[in-house]
């Protein structure tokens, strides 16, 4: 976009309450405290709410969740088992009296009960991963189908590039969590209670002892929990910020080598790593707190039951072999419980991560269809009539982009519209493709109000050439046919020897199999702009948008592109948005621009006469090129 459309122009009016369309947190510059609505701060709750979401999609696969349950209770139950073997064991076949027989008979459950252990955690691992990865995919998904709803405004105020680092950095932990924290939770929850139980039941006076100092803690988990919650997201948000950061460079390193910049841009990478180390260390501090308070109360409160217990053995009250079996069981109860406190921690930063990502599927198109939208005329004609229109853009209020604007464009006609930068030449391409609705006045398609109909519908009826061809990572077809995607190879080689692309594309290792690299990079920016205009050939659309089609090309490609325009725009209503004049010479109607207003109209022939704004601009730029 030229001049006219603010960089930060994008938190438009939603359609339906005029809400403005929330700011996510990392797209600006310190994203640390940012919300989800606007700049606010992130949530206060320190809860694991959040991760609802995530359970909601697990739910979808009940058979998956009901063997990887089986399979945790098979694991727990065989897990408490060993000790109580040992226990069975000591006090049997280390008595002295036992036989060969019976020795080998223990050991062999004992032996059954591990192959029990393997064979259900294998299940464990299979089941819970799956759901993990699958959760993941349907996320990434019902994100992605989310944000193709967005208008383009959204993304000029919420950089794309974080949004990025979401889908994949936030993504990652929800698959560890599913995948791997809430298995852990759950085995060493039922381990915890199973191992309770069965201390009750080999030693209820030792146990009442270890119970009472659970309460312990769980106080740390609590304490130490909220405020790594918090910090958790802060990191997260650092993540984001390196993610953006090396997308950035390495999409700009031609610039950076050309100025010789290599050495700053690894400083600010290192500014950038540092704060994301400085975040990281935060939340490590506090979890290595957690862990180490929690572990100091876990064992020493086991040391000092067994000191008791080892009394009660001394005097005759409890066996061998029962003693084993609580030391055994016990060890696995704090193990349990220990390990519980890491994986709070790992389950507030999937909260932290399942909250960001709810944000980008709560976020609503601030241009959206009506509930009952007006259908458009068939077939159709390619009239468009702006009405009085008034737009300012929702960033940048106090300014409007146009003022009371007012034009009719009937079907078939070619309208160039000139200006200087900042006119609004690229805002009447946004309104007419409803990226965007005006605060005033009215824009009609064939006699429909734009508001009253399906954006779907009125996108069908226009084809655009941007300035830039801009093209896909994908083969030659596929960049060809996202005009139309049924197209068939005739079609795509009828649209490309129209668009003089026909003889290099033919010319490419493979044709239209090959692959054009990331943004089209195996052409050149004339070749680029042709497969653009060949794409919109495709579209057949009656109204066809040019924005500064020609502005970027040599001499020799222009022409060739040029050539190519003047076919496309047969028999089609077509805007044609110009810096180089001498492409809109033979336009029906040149329109001039100059803040937002209307200030000339008429032929270039005739304007030229008149001594205006565009006599004015026309001189400057055909004396410019004449030197």
Do not use: C
Not at 308 to 333: E, H, K, N, Q, W
């Amino acid at each position: 976009m030229q001049g006219d459309t603010p960089q930060a122009a994008g938190a438009a009016q939603d359609a339906e309450d005029g809400a403005a369309l929330p700011v996510l947190p990392g797209a600006g510059e310190d994203t640390a405290e940012t919300g989800s609505e606007g700049g606010d701060k992130p949530p206060k709750s320190r809860s694991l709410a959040p991760l609802r979401m995530i359970y909601g999609i697990a739910l979808r696969y009940p058979r998956q969740i009901a063997f990887a349950l089986a399979a945790l209770v098979i694991t727990s139950a065989a897990t408490l088992a060993i000790p109580w073997r040992f226990k069975v064991i000591v006090d049997g076949a280390f008595s002295g009296g036992a036989s060969t027989a019976e020795i080998a008979r223990a050991f062999e459950y004992l032996l059954m009960i591990v192959v029990v252990l393997g064979f259900g955690t294998a299940l464990r691992f299979y089941f819970v991963s799956w759901l993990g990865e699958r959760v993941v995919a349907d996320l990434r998904l019902a994100v992605q189908k989310n944000l193709l709803r967005l208008s383009p405004g959204f993304y000029e105020v919420n950089s794309p590039k974080e949004i990025s680092s979401r889908m994949t950095s936030d993504t990652a932990i929800i698959e560890n969590v599913v995948g791997t924290t809430v298995s852990v939770a759950l085995r060493n929850t039922l381990t915890a209670i199973g191992g309770i139980g069965l201390l009750l039941y080999l030693a209820p006076t030792l146990t009442i002892g270890l119970l009472v100092g659970i309460p312990l803690v769980i106080a740390p988990i609590v304490f130490f929990g909220r405020r790594i919650r918090s910090v958790s997201r802060s990191s997260q948000d650092r993540i984001a910020d390196v993610g953006a950061y090396v997308t950035e460079v390495l999409s700009a390193m031609k610039i950076v080598q050309s100025f010789g910049q290599e050495r700053r841009e690894g400083e600010r990478f290192g500014t950038v790593v540092e704060n994301t180390f400085a975040t990281a260390k935060k939340r490590i501090l506090l979890r290595a707190a957690m862990t180490s308070v929690v572990i100091v109360l876990v064992f020493g409160g086991v040391t000092l039951v067994m000191w008791r217990g080892a009394l009660a053995v001394a005097s005759g009250d409890i066996s061998g072999g029962t003693i084993a079996g609580f030391v055994l069981t016990g060890g696995l109860v704090a193990g349990a419980l220990g390990s519980l406190t890491e994986v709070y921690g790992d389950l507030l930063r999937g909260a932290g991560a399942a909250s960001r990502l709810a944000e980008l599927l709560e976020a609503r198109p601030e241009v959206a269809p009506p509930a009952r939208p007006e259908r458009l005329p068939e077939p159709p004609r390619g009239s468009l009539s702006f009405r009085n229109v008034t737009f300012r853009y929702p960033a940048r209020p106090e300014v409007a982009a146009l003022k009371d604007f007012t034009l009719e464009i009937e079907p078939g006609e070619t309208v160039a519209i000139v200006g200087p930068s900042g006119a609004g030449k690229s805002t009447i391409f946004q309104l007419v493709e409803r990226f965007y609705d005006p605060q005033g006045g009215t824009i009609r398609l064939d006699g429909v109000p734009l508001t009253k109909a399906d954006p779907a519908d009125v996108r069908a009826r226009i084809a655009l050439v941007p300035q830039d061809g801009v093209l896909f990572s994908a083969n030659a077809r596929d960049n060809l046919r996202y005009g139309r995607w049924d197209a068939s190879d005739a079609d795509i080689w009828q649209a490309a020897r129209a668009a003089n692309a026909e003889n290099f594309l033919k010319g490419l290792p493979q044709g239209l199999d090959t692959y054009l690299g990331e943004g089209g990079t195996q052409l050149s920016g004339g070749q680029q702009q042709r497969v653009a205009i060949a794409r919109a050939l495709l579209r057949d659309a009656p109204i066809l948008l040019l924005d500064e089609a020609t502005s970027a090309l040599d001499a020799e490609s222009e022409q060739l592109v040029q050539q190519a325009l003047d076919g496309l725009m047969k028999d089609r209503t077509t805007l044609v948005i110009a810096h180089r004049l001498a492409t809109v010479r033979a336009a029906d109607r040149i329109v001039v621009l100059d803040e937002g207003r209307i200030v000339e109209q008429g032929t270039h022939d005739a304007l030229t006469r008149a001594g205006g704004l565009y006599a004015r601009l026309a001189r400057l730029q055909f004396a410019a090129d004449a030197a």
